[in-house]
């Protein structure tokens, strides 16, 4: 077992204090705040590239977002493992080491006019490697800095916050650095954001604890069935991984098909798209605010469906936009608002629920599993995005798109999640963390 370190150390803070006391989360959070800023502009200036500097089909247009989520469905399980065996900082110093280098690179390379769809392709599944191995790290070190579980929901609320401000703010800001400095260019931001995230991960002080040598010899196939077992044995998890498999891969669904609507379809120009996103984030943000008192107010499965109900819903309106221009592009506003909305209430559940039902030792593990299938769904709603597109039309394939979002809100009726009342009781760390069977605490009842 993972020994606990004493919460005397400087990232320690009382249940009186909350997290602001909190040194080295602040560090973390404001470091992952800014990366998340320049992510957004990376998920609109990468699309933007192709299609306007090199003429890309919908289908090469949905073959780059799959190549950037693609890495999930892979190497997610495999690093999930490894990192249950490692300290997480240093991994996710290196992972945005590599995306920094990596996209800093794409203005480089078409500086010297030698950029093409091949390297771009490219270029975008190695960063794709390296958030892999950053995303199943964070949620695992997250709780070697918070420490008391009484505060995962701040933290996941603070992250949510960070995460819906970055969508506010990020996709305008795109849509403005592409205008003035072409797609390419616009990726320097990104780059940055990643150097000073590294800054700030170097700077925590917090002693991340070694993971125990094992009792036995370590089989990887013995811990990744643990991993799975962990997660579709416990009701909740595998509700909650279900769910998000079909919402992710809608999401990026609609989103890919809208980007390839709005350009080509209705010549929307990239100030007005990075304006639909920004504007309508603001639900997110909206969200992620007042989650924790919605979810101190109300039952915790109900906040959970209502909230993903909204985020389900959302692609009808852009199938029924019409009118006048302004009207039509004030639906799209509306759509991805509600969309975004839901989705800032949803994510501080969703991640309070897992960190909540999964010892420390195991994390990795069951964040692999999410990861795996989260991004395996987002990566396979690219590639279905661009070859319905390519076949049907952008309008048709995104009516397709809004049925099959809708249909996913009978599985939301009908999971156990939506029938709790409160968070459940953190289970023990297994007596052999990572070795053997683990069983799960299966807490499938609503508090």
């Given amino acids: 077992m993972t020994t606990a370190e004493p919460l005397t150390e400087p990232g320690a803070a009382s249940a009186r204090e909350g997290l602001w006391r909190n040194s080295d989360f602040l560090k973390f959070w404001l470091g992952e705040t800014l990366s998340l800023l320049g992510t957004q502009i990376t998920n609109l ?38 990192v249950d065996r490692v300290r997480r900082r240093p991994v996710m110093v290196w992972a945005n080491l590599t995306r920094m280098v990596l996209l800093a690179l794409i203005p480089v390379l078409s500086w010297l006019d030698v950029l093409s769809m091949a390297p771009l392709l490219v270029i975008a599944c190695v960063i794709g490697v390296a958030s892999v191995l950053f995303d199943v790290s ?28 970055a969508d506010v703010a990020g996709p305008g800001l795109a849509g403005a650095l592409i205008s003035a400095l072409t797609a390419p260019v616009a990726l320097v931001v990104d780059a940055f954001s990643y150097l000073v995230s590294l800054a700030s991960l170097l700077l925590i002080r917090t002693r991340e604890p070694r993971p125990e040598p094992p009792a036995a ?83 915790l499965g109900r906040v959970y469906l209502v909230a993903q109900t909204a985020l389900l819903l959302g ?36 991640v309070s629920l897992r960190q909540t039902s999964t010892p420390q030792a195991m994390m990795g593990r069951m964040t692999a599993v999410f990861r795996t299938l989260l991004f395996g769904g987002g990566a396979l709603g690219g590639l279905s995005a661009g ?8 309008r048709g394939a995104l ?24 968070l459940p009781a953190p289970p023990p760390e297994p007596a ?16």
């Fill in 432 to 447: 052999a963390a990572g070795h053997g069977r683990a069983r799960p605490v299966v807490d499938g009842s609503p508090s």
């Fill in 315 to 350: 692609p009808t309106l852009l199938v029924v936009a019409g009118g006048p221009r302004p009207v039509m592009v004030g639906m799209f506003v509306l759509s991805f608002f509600a969309t975004y909305l839901g989705l800032g209430v949803a994510n501080v559940i969703i």
């Fill in 45 to 82: 200036a990468l699309p933007l590239t192709a299609i306007y500097a090199f003429q890309a089909t919908d289908e090469q247009v949905g073959l780059l977002r799959f190549l950037q989520l693609a890495p999930y469905l892979g190497l997610a399980l495999l690093f999930g493992v490894w």
């Fill in 138 to 165: 964070w949620m695992s070190f997250v709780p070697t800095l918070v420490k008391d579980p009484q505060h995962y929901v701040e933290a996941g609320a603070k992250m949510g916050i960070s995460s819906s401000a």
């Fill in 217 to 299: 010899k370590r089989r990887l196939l013995t811990e990744l069935r643990e991993g799975l077992r962990w997660v579709f044995g416990n009701p909740i998890l595998r509700a909650l991984a279900l769910v998000g498999l079909c919402c992710n891969f809608s999401m990026v669904t609609v989103w890919t098909m809208f980007l390839l609507y709005g350009t080509r379809d209705l010549q929307l120009d990239s100030t007005t798209l990075g304006g639909v996103f920004a504007t309508a984030s603001v639900g997110g943000l909206i969200g992620a605010v007042i989650s924790r008192k919605i979810i101190a107010r109300f039952r």
């Fill in 387 to 394: 070859l319905l597109t390519g076949a049907v039309g952008a």
């Fill in 399 to 422: 009516t397709m798109a809004a049925i099959g979002s809708a249909a996913v809100v009978i599985g939301l009726v009908v999971s156990p999640v939506s029938r709790l009342h409160t």
